[in-house]
């Protein structure tokens, strides 16, 4: 299995090869093109190490070099092959090449054309490190290093204040998260005396309830910042600044979905304290309803998706805290084909429209490009779970299963599907038909988009209408690495430990198999009321924005209080603005007064200004300053010593 | 035979061999001197003569160094050190061979090891100083000689076993300092500034002195070993030796800018030419860390419990007043003198936990400290030459535009100082941080994560302006091929450590054992 | 009365009283001058108490040279800045020094000093005197330290050059 070694480093050789020869010898076409092959190349490396995974059922644990001794414990570079591993790895590469190649007809022209690929090969990089290590410090450097990747590429059109800012708060916001997560590994460590996720996993028993529930909250903390659940959401959205493709590979198929990967990799750490599991389940529940309010009275294309991104995570972490962790993965590997592609089709619909965000000036452009229509409602039926796309197959389990374990967080997840289906159906329906609001002079110049953009949405379309019917190979796939009963690596009591924290979706009933399970959802009450909810939403889109029967404006006048508080984002922005930005302003200002200001008498930046631009002020408050200083220290010097001498 | 023929005769010749680095940039200096003083078209030569006797110094230094390490490797010593005990025989084989000028001088790994990256990093300054000193019209031989004295003064410090060589060695380096901050003549605010820290600095250095008087008359010992023997006999909580120890670690901080005493730093460092910040900001604050360590361990072991707390609240202070008041400045150079204040924090609350990994953490972060701090400032001081750029943070606008080499190296030593992986400076505060969790001070480490948090709002500033606005100022740079490859070597080991520090990590620990393990020597 | 208690009172207080006058004067060059009485009275000190060669010492490299460089520094500052004065921390700084006076009171009368031990025992100072005794450890064991302090010195004197040197300065021009 030593190949498997291609996988992270055939698109850091791209990183490399176009950082350095990006600008003088490759240019345009060429830096792309490299950039595909370096991602291809570890797609076809990751395929084939998933089929031998599929066949045999191992799990490899390659360790390349020793990066860093902490006492008896060593930090390895090393390479977890296992099937979670393997099928996010997979998800990563495959769907990460057919966006290299969409984007390699999306940023055509642009002035910094090699450097985005530069970035992007990076981000990959990073991302396979994250999604292959054995140990929490190489997920931890992986996790980092897609943050730094997502925040130049948020930046990427830095000339935008927009995506300067932007850029600059997602990466305030996920440090919050990274260091929560920072913690939960020192303490991890601190408790196990190991990172290593076999080790670790094999030593729970001998930790305390409270310690290993500790280090899960706190790596949940991580995955909340990254994955943008409540309450640390608010980046994500704003991310949307970024060129298209980075929202497609970054914000909504790889990246935001490392938190729900990293709560599966360490599933029994989780699973070993229910109290965990419990804030995991309320975290995602709560993120998959309100982010699909929010969604709702949105205007911007790509905005309207990253909320629906921020509701798909929350069910996936749903599943994960309903103790379903095989079938939260599933989803997230449905959620990154049908969602990669809802982007791509938004990032095909603003190359022909010049960069025009607001649904509201569009419409009818649907005529002008019927593959790129087809394929995002392809995505959108897969989004609102319509049999028989994979969205389907992936997200009524998880709604199934929450109504035999906690009713609810089914009440919150159905009604979310009901909202969901709505607001992606207002989305098509206003921009693809409608009426006629397009700009003329734009008009004319929409278009079906180049080959290169088109056949990687046609691939991922077909992805999203036949992965579904995988259910069954999916679920037996990753049962070696989700199940405890499977897994070869845990030892007796381990098994035994995460077994019990699983036990609250024991005596539910999934259908593995596609077809059982639409016969099942097809014939069940639960499952027509599911289906016909989500038909419902769709509905209501079709005659609000299509038939226009009620009258959306007048809706909002009739609701206007929840209209306010959804088109506000029940105020998070604003209250965040109010605490933090605004709060640590002052504080800072506080205490610069306090400290500087107050004593050196109103000499504002020191003395650099003053004294070159006034003598006689000079005169005065320099002697002063001295003074000042020296009476400072001597304040010190007189509390200091009188704290050792007269009280230890 | 008189008597003082009998007292005398026991005494012998002192090593020299180990002495020859600290020769050599005696004689450099010298050179310097006479060469400023009659030479004609004499820049290039004191450039070159003063680059030369700090390689020729650091070749020395490293040839040493290979000898300790060969001493150990050797078999038929190992065999030997096998039979009486590993420590003993590093005891012996350090503090024998290598305790010289009457026992008033040692060397041994540790200070070698912090000589190299003194050397190193003074190499740095050289190289930029010239053309800075000649764009501001400010250039004169005596920055040479007088940075090489300096040098001299800070080998001194590291190197000593005994507070009359330490305290000798810390105003030789001071004095030098004070002078090269008001090098820069063209501008009151230099002299200004070197006449602040001369009073502040004097202060310090009296404070010092009391100090040792009253640790003099409380064990009558100079040496640090004999000092910690009397310690081990005698009362340890005596109110003599605490506020010996607590007023000798009250002067230190001034030295290492600690906050209370750190208010001559921000004057300082702005008033000062520019790659004399630099020189003060890193191999000067490197040999600070390097002897409070050293007088901390092999002096006071014993009343270690007092220390730490002291260091802690110094740390904890310097970590909140240096990040908070950081966060205001609008002025690039004033904002990394703040930083510094803050970095000091940092690096000497790994004094809190006074354990090996405690010591290997100081070790390590002062060491990676050399090349953000040096590459933070020199990047300004080459900057600085260009008509308009003023070191406010504006003027960092749209750079990554102009010249996206330079903007990178720039953000790699911000992010270092951040403490973002991949960089080296993420690795330090790790490292910090570990060791306090290890010894149980949670509020410190804490302390520590939040107020790197709150340095990302200065930091990273720096960064966004550089990337993402459009050019302020129609400022034109121009920037030689030589320069630009020094500042990138400096990046890139940055970053290169931050990927792989175990190298770093495992002289760091070394180091400590070392230093644990002569204690008593 | 003894004549060396009369003498090491007399100086004491001298020393104190100039010692104030270094920080009560208005006049720079003043406090200066004070600053070498004070150095001359406690090398006085050291006279008395049978140290001769330090007291010599003391008049030799303090009152002398590093005064000569305080001197030179301040000679590059324009005279209405030496002249300047600032009470306004005066109600502060002189509780604060007054307590820090009393706490470094406490710890010399309260810690526990080893006894007076030196390398030489009486008998043989008697016999070699002084200057012999100093000078043997002076240019034995502590030659190092005592050939570092030459360069200090050296260092120092450099400096006073170069900053007393008269050049043009802006802040000179803004006054004009």
Redo the contacts between chains.
Sequence with gaps: MEYLWVIPFSPLIAFIIIGLFGYKLLREPLAGIVAVIGVGIAAIASIIGFIDVATTGNYYDLKLY?????GDYKVSVSLFWDPLSALMTCVVTCVSTFIFIFATGYMKGDPSYPRFFAYLSLFVFMMLMLTLGDNLIQL??GW??VG?ASYLLI?FW??K?S??DA??ES??VN??GD?LF??GV?LAF?TFGTLDYLDLFNKLPEAGYWTVTAIALLLFGGAVGKSAQIPLHIWLPNAMEGPTPVSALIHAATMVAAGVYMVARVMPVFAASDLALDVVLFVGTISAFLAATMGLVQNDIKRIIAYSTLSQLGYMFAAEGLGLFGEGMFHLASHAVFKALLFLCAGSVLIALHHLLDVQKMGQIGKYMPITTGAFLVGALSLAGIPPFSGFFSKDPIIEGAYEINWVVWVFLWLGAGLTAFYIFRLFFLAFFDGDRLDPHIRKHVHESPPQMTIPLIVLATGAVLLGFFKEFFANFLRPSLDPMSMTFLNEKTKILVEEGLSRSHHVHIHENAWEFLVHSLTSPLGLLTLFTALGGIFVAYIMYQVKIINPAWLTQMFKPIYLTLWNKWFFDLIYYAIFVYG?YKV??F??KA??KIIIDGIV????KT??FSGNVMKLS?TG??S???L??A???LV??S???FL? | MS??QQ??SG?GVPNFYVLIPEIII?ITAFVVFFIELFGKNKRSLITWTTVAGLSLSLIFTFVIVLGILNLITNPQILAHAKESGFYSFIISNFFEQYMT?????SVDIFSLVFKVFILVGTLFVIFHLRSYAESKKTY?G?YYY?IL?AV?GMM?MVSSPNL??FY??L??MS??V??LI??Y?????S??A???Y???GG?GTA?IS?AIA?IY????KFAFGDILK?LFY??QT??????????LI?GLA?KASA???H??T??AY??APTPITAFMAAPVKIATYAVILKIMVEAFPFVS??WS??WA?LAALSM??GN??A?????VK?MLAYSSIAHTGYIVAALAAPTTVGFAALIFYSLIYVFMAVGALMFLSLFERFEGWTNHIDDFKGL?RKNPWMAFVMGAFMFSMLG???TVGFMGKLFV??AL??SDIWWLAVLL?IMS??S??YY?KVV?NM????PAKPISFNISLPEKLSMGILAIIVIILGI???WF??VSTNLSSILISTIGG | MDLSVIAFWSFSTLAVLSAIGVVFFKNIIYSVLSLISTLIMVSGLFFTLGAELVGALQILIYAVAIVVFYVL?IS??PEYKGKAIDPKYMLLSLPVGFLLFL??A???V????????GIFKPE?LN??GNV?AVS?ILF??????FE??S??LL??M??AI??GRK?????EEEVK
């Design positions: 020793t990066w860093l001794p902490l931890f450097f980092e290093g730094l930046g830095h000339y204040k995506a300067a850029s600059f990466f305030i440090r919050v260091w920072l913690l020192l601190v640590y800072s200002r205490l610069w400290g500087d930046h020191g003395s650099g004294a070159i320099q300053r001295i000042a200083y020296v400072q220290m304040i010190g010097m200091f010593l704290l050792f001498i230890t | 008597i003082i007292l005398v005494i005696l000028l009457f026992g008033l001088y004169y005596e007088l004295f001299l001194i009359i060589t000798i060695g105003e030789l004095i030098a004070y002078i008001g090098m003549r063209k501008n009151y605010l002299k200004e070197a006449f602040k001369l009073i502040i202060t404070i009391y009253l008359g409380f064990s009558g009397t005698s009362d005596n109110v003599g030796l605490i506020g010996g120890l607590i007023l009250l001034l906050v209370p005493m208010f001559w921000p004057d702005e008033g419990e007092q707390l002291a609240i909140v007043v908070a008041v966060l205001v400045q609008k002025n004033r990554a973002i992986p991949p941080f570990l969790i290890g994560v948090i709150v990302a709002g990273l966004s990337y993402f606005y459009d792989y520090p175990t990590f495992k | 520094v590059t500052v706490e470094l406490y710890v010399s309260y810690g526990a000093w080893a006894s007076n031990t043989v016999e070699i012999k043997t034995t064991k502590f030659l190092f330290p570092v302090a360069l200090i260092v120092a450099i400096g170069i900053l050049e043009q300065v802006m802040d």
